[in-house]
T-cell receptor, first 115, second 110 residues
Framework: GAVVSQHPSWVICKSGTSVKIECRSL??????MFWYRQFPKQSLMLMAT?????????EQGVEKDKFLINHASLTLSTLTVTSAHPEDSSFYIC???????????FGPGTRLTVT | DAKTTQPPSMDCAEGRAANLPCNHS???????VYWYRQIHSQGPQYIIH???NNETNEMASLIITEDRKSSTLILPHATLRDTAVYYC???????????FGAGTTVTVRA
């Protein structure tokens, strides 16, 4: 159990457009979901934490108006990159926790390329 | 947060045990040691965690020194599919933040 999926697995978009990435917990209810970003040859950096039904908490330096996070249900969180620019090209990874936050289950990641 | 130090890379032979060290000299009493790995272009995968006792599961063993200032992840019989970046992370049990460092890039060679 504890499977997390992401859709799409990769996306190419033009500069100035918005793109939405979905993160789903397939076999459990995720009270908390996390979004990470990973640039090439670098480690994962936490962007934000979202709890179902409430506003996301963003890490320092992450623009909340650019990276819109919605956690509308216990199995779905979405990350929308608004007005994407080439520097937003990255590997975006979500994770989910069942409730006690002791363990995070990671999705397979979404490769975003902005041209 | 306690910080960890890992070697940047290591090679190991297929079928042999891989021993991955991690130093966490400033770990506090209520912080656990977690290990994750990330295969290229995939999300991280949980491996194991422990507080002070040695732990074993189907993937690996975790050996924590008595003073808890260091630990070793053991992959008992490395396979080519174990080639990945391995991250050692210390955190409190219910602290949601996972601080990923640079990790150790493990390459298993045939």
């Amino acid at each position: 159990g504890a499977v997390v999926s992401q859709h799409p697995s990769w996306v190419i978009c033009k500069s100035g457009t918005s793109v939405k990435i979905e993160c789903r917990s397939l076999d459990f209810q995720a009270t908390t979901m996390f979004w990470y970003r990973q640039f090439p040859k670098q480690s994962l950096m936490l962007m934000a934490t979202s709890n179902e039904g409430s506003k996301a908490t963003y890490e320092q330096g992450v623009e909340k108006d650019k990276f819109l996070i919605n956690h509308a249900s216990l199995t779905l969180s979405t990350l929308t990159v608004t007005s994407a620019h080439p520097e937003d090209s990255s590997f975006y990874i979500c994770s989910a926790s069942k409730g006690d936050l002791s363990e995070q289950y990671f999705g397979p990641g979404t490769r975003l390329t902005v041209t | 947060d306690a910080k960890t130090t890992q070697p940047p890379s290591m090679d190991c032979a297929e079928g042999r045990a891989a021993n991955l060290p991690c130093n966490h000299s400033t770990i506090s009493g209520n912080e656990y040691v977690y290990w994750y790995r990330q295969i290229h272009s995939q999300g991280p995968q949980y491996i194991i965690h422990g507080l002070k006792n040695n732990e074993t599961n189907e993937m690996a063993s975790l050996i924590i020194t008595e003073d808890r200032k260091s630990s070793t992840l053991i992959l008992p019989h490395a396979t080519l599919r174990d080639t990945a970046v391995y991250y050692c992370i210390v955190r409190e049990y219910n602290d949601y933040k996972l601080s990923f460092g640079a990790g150790t890039t493990v390459t298993v060679r045939a």
